[in-house]
């Protein structure tokens, strides 16, 4: 694990726009009021959402509106590699590198995004981009995944992840899951087993009677 802290450049206060309040507002009232302070994810999340990063005066502000110390919402922040502690390009690319990731592909992917974004945590010239290597994102089935905003990317291949920055950089809207096609996590290609229909239709089930059935009136 990496340290994290916060960006040596904070911005002079924070203040929550009224409709990350009224969220926040909402998951607060899903705890008991002494332990409004399990609301502490979905709030820097929301936060998160309003800013694009997480700063100290924002830290302070979710703090007040939790009745904690400061230092434990610090420690959330600096625990997750979900928030960021530094501003962020419009599309934040969040690449893994961890094992599964690596071996199907992920080092060409980073070296795209040092090529056409520049060094990890950089913001891009025109503000759209940034990127960041993560740890194990928990897809490693459809290795190489990227998360970009609240989806997963998979089964890239740099032309498939160019294409994809393409389509992001003139706003477009991308179709987030398997690259390839694949449904979910089933093998790449067609089936090759359980391919009979009727293996699914109900029509092979045996017909029984449950005993202790109720007497029908
Ligand atoms: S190693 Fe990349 S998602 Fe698990």
């Not at 979710?62 to 600096?78: F, S």
């Not at 706003?171 to 699914?200: C, H, M, N, Y």
């Amino acid at each position: 694990m990496s340290a994290r802290r916060l960006a040596a450049e904070q911005p002079g206060s924070f203040a929550f726009a009224s409709a990350t309040m009224e969220q926040a507002r909402w998951w607060i009232a899903k705890y008991p009021p002494d332990r409004k302070q399990s609301a502490v994810i979905p709030i820097m999340w929301l936060v998160q959402k309003q800013e694009g990063w997480v700063s100290e005066p924002a830290i302070r502000a979710i703090a007040e509106l939790l009745g904690m110390a400061p230092i434990r919402v610090l420690e959330v922040a600096t625990f997750y590699t979900m928030f960021h502690l530094h501003p962020v390009g419009k599309h934040h690319l969040q690449v893994c590198g961890t094992t599964p990731c690596m071996l199907r592909g992920s080092e060409d992917l980073k070296a795209l995004c040092k090529r056409r974004i520049g060094e990890a945590h950089a913001v891009s010239a025109d503000g759209l981009f940034s990127w960041e290597e993560m740890e194990c994102l928990g897809a490693c089935v459809n290795a190489p995944v990227v998360a970009i905003h609240d989806y997963y990317h998979e089964d890239l291949t740099p032309g498939a992840f160019e294409a994809l920055m393409d389509k992001l950089a003139r706003g477009e809207s991308v179709t987030p899951g398997s690259a390839l096609g694949r449904q979910t996590s089933a093998p790449e290609g067609d089936a090759t087993v359980l391919t009979d229909a009727s293996l699914f239709d109900g029509s092979l089930a045996k017909k029984i009677t449950l005993p202790n059935l109720p007497e029908k009136v």
